[in-house]
């Protein structure tokens, strides 16, 4: 069966403009997590999506939202992005609330 | 707050040599911990799931303990190979819904296992 796929794989974007990423969960899963990934501060999260609700925030800037669609797609939105916005951005899905999680490949994300 | 510490942060082994990757966690209060693998540049690849009330999980080559009340887990590597390098990330998922679900990371261990 088809994994999570994450959209774009790539993005440079400029400091202040803002930048959209796409998850596509496991057919079947109705949780979304987003995960930040940087080199000095590992994974961190960000939020978590169940049947379109927002359940849970990380410790992120308000800039950092996200939205979880019927068919349980999510999208993430960062507006006015900053330099330390650079990061592997990374989409889990599970099937349940306390179920394995299943990562994407993540979207590079590079602000110049 | 939950902290998970993983020791040793890089380890590098000659090919065939069986290994042990740790984990700690400060919260015993967890309803699962999860052992994924990182190729550079890529997402999280899920090994194994040991749920609370388990102690050990085994896949091929690896097996995972867990030990709640000392706050560890171990990964065993038997027989490695070049092809296990990568980065092992460990994490624990809360029990209580007070704070959601998210897993909690370790900062990993680099494997590199050399021919």
């Known amino acids: 069966k088809a994994g999570v796929t994450q959209t774009p794989r790539y993005l440079i974007k400029t400091r202040g403009q803002q930048v959209t990423l796409s998850c596509s969960p496991i057919s079947g899963h109705r949780s979304v997590s987003w995960y930040q990934q940087t080199p000095g501060q590992g994974l961190q999260f960000l939020f978590e999506y169940f049947s379109e609700t927002q359940r849970n925030k990380g410790n992120f800037p308000g800039r950092f939202s996200g939205r979880q669609f019927s068919n349980s797609r999510s999208e993430m939105n960062v507006s006015t992005l900053e330099l330390g916005d650079s990061a592997l951005y990374l989409c889990?899905?599970?099937?349940?609330?306390?179920?394995?999680?299943?990562f994407g490949q993540g979207t590079r994300l590079t602000v110049v | 707050k939950q902290e998970v510490t993983q020791i040793p942060a890089a380890l590098s082994v000659p090919e065939g040599e069986n290994l042990v990757l740790n984990c700690s966690f400060t919260d015993s209060a967890i309803y699962n911990l999860q052992w994924f693998r990182q190729d550079p540049g890529k997402g999280l690849t899920s090994l194994l799931l040991?749920?609370?009330?388990?102690r050990e999980q085994t896949s091929g080559r690896l097996n995972a303990s867990l030990d709640k009340s000392s706050g560890r887990s171990t990964l065993y590597i038997a027989a490695s190979q070049p092809g296990d390098s990568a980065t092992y990330l460990c994490a624990a998922q809360p029990l209580y819904s007070n704070s959601g679900y998210a897993l909690n990371f370790g900062k990993g261990t680099s494997l590199l296992v050399t021919p």
């Open positions: 889990a899905s599970s099937r349940g609330e306390v179920t394995e999680a299943f």
């Open positions: 040991i749920q609370s009330s388990q």
